[in-house]
Nanobody, 119 residues
Framework: QVQLVESGGGLGQPGGSLRLSCEASGIIFSDYIMAWYRQAPGKQRELIASHSPGSIRNYTDSVKGRFTISRDNAKNTVILQMNSLNPEDTGVYYC?????????????WGQGTQVIVSS
């Protein structure tokens, strides 16, 4: 049984910070690329940040310098630290685990956590 359990969403204020967490179970966590996606109201889901099993991090341009993705393989956890929040950061954030190795492809999604940035 695979589970990705997210926490940390809620109400943030412009210029403030939120910290999202995702704890995975049922997978060999260290083998997977971990990522955060966001679906803003009325928009398509987009990739926000990813973290390879090693140390390669990637960010979409709109969050560079403000968000930081990190992972702790010992805790099977991936974190999204969100600083300098804007109202445009509002949306549902989804944790994602992905694996592609030779002929094997696996991916899993968290349930999503709501983030609202408003004064």
């Amino acid at each position: 049984q695979v589970q990705l359990v997210e926490s940390g969403g809620g109400l943030g204020q412009p210029g403030g910070s939120l910290r999202l967490s995702c704890e995975a179970s049922g997978i060999i966590f260290s083998d997977y690329i971990m990522a955060w996606y966001r679906q803003a109201p009325g928009k398509q889901r987009e990739l926000i940040a990813s973290h390879s099993p090693g140390s390669i991090r990637n960010y979409t341009d709109s969050v560079k310098g403000r968000f930081t993705i990190s992972r702790d393989n010992a805790k099977n956890t991936v974190i999204l630290q969100m600083n300098s929040l804007n109202p445009e950061d509002t949306g549902v954030y989804y944790c994602h685990a992905g694996l592609s190795w030779w002929g094997l492809k696996r991916e899993y999604w968290g349930q999503g956590t709501q983030v609202i940035v408003s004064s």
